[in-house]
């Protein structure tokens, strides 16, 4: 079993001595104590410390001798389930997040660390191998790449995790730790609440990542290690995300110039054309890019983009699949610009491009897009005249009727986002609740185990008395009286075990009950659940 550091050198000196050790009076007598001590593993597939007890022996003399463990010593597990240290065998097991984001992390860092959708029942599988990794989970996009887990030990699984992902990623340990956050427990379940509410992208309330905490909780079904912990945690994360966008709206409202410059369009175009209307992007650079896939968020399936070079065009229409984007050479905007309904231009030109001589000389729109023909330049210097308003034809729209527009949507997002945080701390509390009363699941088995084995054994003896004579309709009858009574007996316990919200009970009264019904009963396990579960992984790394 491998042992938190922390546990190591004087702090162990302190839990195994007790008063011996603080005491200065010398003693007649001999006294011995057992110390544990952790050193490296050398066996094969062994991850950090094993623990060994060493034998100090101190006579009259003020003479020290160390007794070095033999084989067939006890073991380290026992030692530690013996003493005040076994503390660390009992404590709860921690959710960990270990994560590099855009906000900590580079993208060259962040490519080398992506995990495909694919592949993350196998890392899942990986990383509930590692010694004290019980359950795990990966988020990963474009923006971060997260992992999720149940760590038996937060300082050990945090260690295992980090050499995890160096090994997998190729990027080294210290690396990792230079552009990592680690976040453990209540601050575990903020976090991902906040992402999948949206609070932790680049754009305020961005909904694409909600869909992504989704994928990981339909990819996760069926995986061993995806468990109930981390499977509760994310789809709790799914409810908060739900909640926030459907409470507070706060994806509402265009916060990019790109963004504004399509639902100004939309909002002057009827209703009714917003997915036939003729579209045309003049400029193919960042901004035209972003012009199209707002486009595309909002149903246009079909545009004309004007461009110096043909590559960007290509590009773009490789990542939209499924959207019909045709390339015109800029030799021919002004015939394209014709057949176009709406026009958005974001060149570097430092000329005009559309002139009011050339609108005037474009053909008119159709009464279904209202008749009018807009152009909605976001370029700076402009790439459209002012003076084209002049023309009962034709709206134009810049930059500066964009930013008035933008900043009070970012307001507005920014104010609902502080909302957000009283509906996360709500739910987090839900959550950590839940996960509380999870406790009292291993008790509940335990009560009712031991509460069959009664019945069994006296219905057996109850059997035996009665003869070989007994129909099958009596032995049915005495097994359904026995497990009646059984029932009507568990009901109360059960009840205080439970704490789902539907009464009154707090959560500390139910784990108050828990202690007692274990005591009453004797129903503890003679080696604490982690510590099971520690040594049975162990055990299937060392074959």
């Known amino acids: 079993?491998?042992?938190?550091?922390?546990?190591?050198?004087?702090?162990?000196?302190?839990?195994?001595?007790?008063?011996?050790?603080?005491?200065?009076?010398?003693?007649?007598?001999?006294?011995?104590?057992?110390?544990?001590?952790?050193?490296?593993?050398?066996?094969?597939?062994?991850?950090?410390?094993?623990?060994?007890?060493?034998?100090?022996?101190?006579?009259?003399?003020?003479?020290?001798?160390?007794?070095?463990?033999?084989?067939?010593?006890?073991?380290?597990?026992?030692?530690?389930?013996?003493?005040?240290?076994?503390?660390?065998?009992?404590?709860?097991?921690?959710?960990?997040?270990?994560?590099?984001?855009?906000?900590?992390?580079?993208?060259?860092?962040?490519?080398?660390?992506?995990?495909?959708?694919?592949?993350?029942?196998?890392?899942?599988?990986?990383?509930?191998?590692?010694?004290?990794?019980?359950?795990?989970?990966?988020?990963?996009?474009?923006?971060?790449?997260?992992?999720?887990?149940?760590?038996?030990?937060?300082?050990?699984?945090?260690?295992?995790?980090?050499?995890?992902?160096?090994?997998?990623?190729?990027?080294?340990?210290?690396?990792?730790?230079?552009?990592?956050?680690?976040?453990?427990?209540?601050?575990?379940?903020?976090?991902?609440?906040?992402?999948?509410?949206?609070?932790?992208?680049?754009?305020l309330g961005e909904g694409q990542i909600l869909a992504q905490v989704k994928q990981v909780v339909k990819v996760g079904q069926g995986v061993v290690g995806f468990g109930r912990n981390i499977s509760g945690l994310f789809k709790h994360a799914i409810t908060v995300g739900k909640r926030v966008r459907s409470e507070l709206n706060i994806a509402s409202g265009a916060v990019s110039v790109s963004s504004a410059a399509v639902e100004l369009a939309l909002m002057k175009l009827p209703k009714t054309s917003h997915t036939t209307a003729r579209m045309l992007v003049v400029g193919a650079g960042k901004m035209g890019k972003l012009v199209i896939k707002h486009l595309v968020a909002k149903g246009c399936t079909k545009m004309v983009v004007v461009n110096r070079s043909e590559e960007r065009v290509t590009a773009i229409r490789e990542e939209l699949k499924g959207i019909e984007v045709i390339y015109k050479p800029l030799t021919e905007m002004l015939a394209s610009a014709a057949e176009a309904d709406v026009i958005f231009t974001s060149t570097a030109s430092e000329t005009l491009l559309f002139r009011k001589e050339h609108a005037a000389d474009l053909p008119p729109v159709g009464s279904d897009v209202g008749s009018v023909r807009l152009f909605v330049d976001i370029s700076v210097p402009r790439n459209v005249g002012s003076c084209i308003k002049e023309l009962e034809t034709a709206r134009v729209y810049n930059v500066d009727d964009l930013k008035e527009v933008v900043a009070a949507n970012k307001e507005d997002r920014h104010r609902k986002a502080m909302e957000a945080q009283s509906i996360i701390a709500e739910e987090s509390k839900q959550f950590e609740a839940w996960r509380d009363s999870l406790e009292t699941v291993p008790t509940i088995k335990k009560l009712r185990a031991y509460a069959e084995r009664i019945r069994l054994a006296e219905l057996d003896k109850c059997m035996s008395k009665m003869g070989d004579e007994v129909t099958k309709k009596t032995k049915k009858a005495a097994d359904d009286l026995s497990r009646g009574i059984v029932n009507k007996l568990l009901h109360g316990p059960m009840q205080h075990l439970r704490c789902d919200g539907s009464d009154s009970r707090t959560l500390s009264e139910t784990l108050e009950n828990m202690h007692a019904l274990n005591r009453m009963f004797s129903l503890e396990t003679e080696i604490s659940v982690l510590e099971q579960k520690v040594r049975a992984k162990v055990e299937q790394n060392q074959k």
Request: charged share 20%.
């Open 1 to 203: 079993m491998a042992v938190s550091t922390a546990f190591a050198g004087p702090k162990l000196d302190t839990i195994f001595l007790g008063n011996a050790a603080a005491t200065s009076s010398p003693s007649p007598f001999n006294h011995q104590i057992d110390r544990v001590f952790c050193m490296p593993r050398k066996a094969r597939n062994c991850n950090g410390f094993r623990c060994e007890v060493v034998q100090t022996t101190t006579n009259d003399n003020n003479t020290t001798t160390t007794t070095l463990p033999s084989s067939s010593s006890l073991s380290a597990l026992e030692q530690l389930k013996s003493s005040a240290a076994d503390r660390y065998t009992k404590e709860r097991s921690s959710i960990v997040v270990i994560g590099l984001s855009i906000h900590t992390t580079p993208v060259e860092m962040r490519e080398k660390l992506a995990i495909p959708e694919a592949e993350w029942p196998r890392a899942i599988a990986e990383l509930c191998c590692l010694n004290h990794i019980e359950e795990a989970a990966v988020l990963s996009t474009c923006n971060r790449m997260e992992i999720y887990v149940v760590a038996l030990s937060q300082h050990r699984g945090v260690k295992e995790v980090t050499e995890w992902m160096s090994k997998t990623s190729g990027v080294s340990a210290s690396e990792l730790c230079e552009h990592r956050f680690l976040l453990y427990n209540n601050d575990a379940t903020q976090h991902i609440f906040e992402v999948s509410a949206g609070l932790d992208s680049l754009v």
